[in-house]
């Protein structure tokens, strides 16, 4: 029975090795060659498709990679209240140092 099963892990092992080797046949058959007005008409398309491609302009992209996710720009921070650099008085009643 061990023999059997070590024979048949050989034969699936082998299979794959051996296709490779095989020859290599088209079986679909080759269509009929293109007239010269067909391969003229093709040369024409492909040169209009090139000439129609210069004329789309390049796509400016963003260095944000979030931008998408974002709503509305980013608030910019409230101005602080500007103190006064003057010392404070003390309070009436308070003794100074």
């Known amino acids: 029975m061990k023999l ?19 020859p290599h046949i088209n079986l ?21 498709y090139k000439e129609t491609l210069k004329k789309i302009p390049d796509a400016k992209t963003s260095n944000d990679p979030w931008g998408g996710m974002r709503a509305d720009p980013p608030k ?16 009436a009643g308070t003794a100074a140092n």
């Open 4 to 22: 059997f099963r070590m024979g048949a892990v050989l034969a699936v092992l082998a299979g794959p090795a051996f296709a490779q080797e095989a």
């Open 76 to 91: 910019q921070p409230a101005p602080k209240a500007a103190a006064s650099s003057a010392p404070r008085k003390p309070k």
């Open 28 to 48: 679909l058959a080759d269509g009929p060659s293109k007239t010269d007005d067909e391969k003229a008409a093709d040369a024409a398309r492909d040169k209009a």
